[in-house]
């Protein structure tokens, strides 16, 4: 079975200062990783994806994750907070046959 | 390509009646999926299609929770008799199988709330 554990259910940084969520990964086969963000009220949308291609993958608004097979993570990085980053984010696992699977969630409080 | 719609995107409704929620895919996608998103946790399977045929449901889909595909194309989720742990967003989602790693693309989530 195929499972996320995101590292920290808040996390809060200055504008400008550097995100980093964390995520580590369960998976009995080579796993298709992914990071959706949530606004209030909204629908998941897709940051980014990785699929085995590139380790380092590059998604929307300046975010970026690096898979690490040693470590089984999947880390969300972005160098400057900006306010309209403040959100829920959550990783995903899925397999071949895209059956996906959520982490709990993190959520990113910006403060000017 | 209009993204996934899920109607209604809120319904408030009395303990024991009965509620249904639609969504319709992206047109080109076959697989469909439904989860269920409580406050504070991220989105947890239910079910999901390919094209009409339930392939697989979760054991937290109970008898009183009963989704369709009829013709491969919108979905409809009901659930009978509400209770008020039935009180949740309700994610709709749909994809395009034959290659792996597919984006599952989601809707806007249709809330419940059983008073």
């Known amino acids: 079975a195929q499972s996320v554990t995101q590292l920290g259910s808040h996390v809060s940084v200055s504008e400008g200062a550097l995100v980093l969520l964390r995520c580590n990964y369960s998976s009995s086969v080579p796993p298709y990783l992914f990071w959706y963000v949530q606004y209030p009220n909204q629908g998941l949308q897709l940051l980014l994806k990785?699929?085995?291609?590139?380790?380092l993958v590059k998604g929307i608004n300046g975010f970026e994750a690096e898979f690490k097979k040693s470590e089984t993570s999947f880390h969300l990085t972005k160098p400057s907070a900006h306010m309209s980053d403040a959100a829920e984010y959550f990783c995903?696992?899925?397999?071949?046959?895209?059956?996906?699977?959520f982490g709990a969630g993190t959520r990113l409080t910006v403060k000017p | 390509d209009t993204g996934v719609s899920q109607d209604p995107r809120h319904k408030i409704t009395k303990r024991g009646q009965n509620v249904t929620f639609r969504c319709d895919p992206i047109?080109?996608?076959?697989?469909l999926y439904w989860y269920r998103q409580t406050l504070g946790q991220g989105p947890e399977f239910l079910t999901y299609f390919q094209n009409e045929a339930q392939l697989e449901k979760s054991r937290l889909l109970s008898d009183r929770f009963s989704a369709e595909r009829p013709k491969g194309s919108f979905s409809t989720l009901e659930i009978q008799r509400t209770e008020q742990g039935d009180s949740a967003m309700y994610l709709c989602?749909?994809?395009?199988?034959?290659?792996?790693?597919?984006?599952?693309?989601f809707g806007e989530g249709s809330w419940l709330t059983v008073v």
């Open positions: 047109s080109e996608h076959n697989r």
């Open positions: 990785y699929t085995s291609a590139a380790t």
């Open positions: 995903a696992v899925s397999d071949p046959n895209n059956d996906m699977r």
């Open positions: 989602a749909s994809s395009l199988s034959g290659a792996s790693g597919n984006t599952i693309y």
